[in-house]
């Protein structure tokens, strides 16, 4: 059965470090999306692209977080420099394009602990 | 703003039923789904209701109440492996998905 795949699945920094996380999405899935999860709240959407392209970062903190899908397939969300409160479940999913009732197939996730 | 209501936490008891509600504020409105998410897991989707009414798939039914702005989920013959987090998300004006802080559901023997 076809997965989002994720890795690190757990990453521990220090402040000041940068650090970075990659997404494979399904294969033939155009539209990824980046997620930072809190715990006890819900998914908060950072960047979502369509092939190669960002439709919304209007949520990513731009000083420091930046997200790239090169190709329109992998993509990789870089956080420089990591300050503690980026501590999160970082989630990415991925689905078909179309309309709004395509579910979104999540990935295992990247825990990210910033000391 | 936009925002999801939900209740934080929900305990029921195995083979009973338990229903998880959702109130919403949204700057237009595509649709309603509903996420399962265990501890540690990532979200996996459960349904979507784009209009009013009642859908059912298996043990889980799905509610939509546009014109109140309302929704539930509802669970039947919990089992174990229900104990989760059930988020409710909504489809913005801009198609994107704004999510609840979801609903922990605690099913005791």
């Known amino acids: 059965e076809a997965e989002v795949a994720q890795s690190p699945r757990y990453k521990i920094t220090e402040k000041s470090q940068a650090v970075a996380f990659w997404c494979d999405p399904i294969?033939?899935?155009?539209?990824l999306y980046w997620y930072r999860q809190i715990l006890g709240q819900g998914p908060e959407l950072l960047v979502q692209?369509?092939?190669?392209?960002?439709?919304?970062d209007s949520q990513l903190p731009k000083d420091r977080f930046s997200a790239e899908r090169l190709k329109g397939v992998d993509s990789t969300l870089k956080i420089q420099p990591a300050e503690l409160g980026d501590s999160a479940m970082y989630l990415c999913?991925?689905?078909?394009?179309?309309?709004?009732?395509?579910?979104?197939?999540f990935g295992p996730g990247t825990r990210l602990t910033v000391l | 703003g936009q925002s999801l209501e939900q209740p934080s936490e929900v305990t029921a008891v195995e083979g009973a039923i338990v229903q998880i509600n959702c109130t919403y504020q949204?700057?237009?409105?595509?649709?309603l789904s509903w996420y399962q998410q265990h501890d540690g897991g990532a979200p996996t989707f459960l349904s979507y209701?784009?209009l009013d009414g009642l859908e059912e798939t298996g043990r889980f039914s799905s509610f939509l109440s546009r014109s109140d702005s309302y929704g539930y989920l509802l669970l039947q013959e919990l089992q174990m492996k229900d104990s989760a987090s059930y988020f409710c998300?909504?489809?913005?004006?801009?198609?994107?998905?704004?999510w609840g802080a979801g609903t922990k559901l605690i099913i005791k023997p």
């Open positions: 294969s033939g899935h155009a539209t």
């Open positions: 949204t700057s237009g409105f595509y649709g």
């Open positions: 209701n784009a």
């Open positions: 692209f369509q092939d190669e392209s960002v439709v919304d």
């Open positions: 999913a991925s689905s078909l394009p179309g309309g709004p009732d395509n579910e979104q197939f």
């Open positions: 998300a909504v489809r913005d004006s801009n198609y994107q998905l704004i």
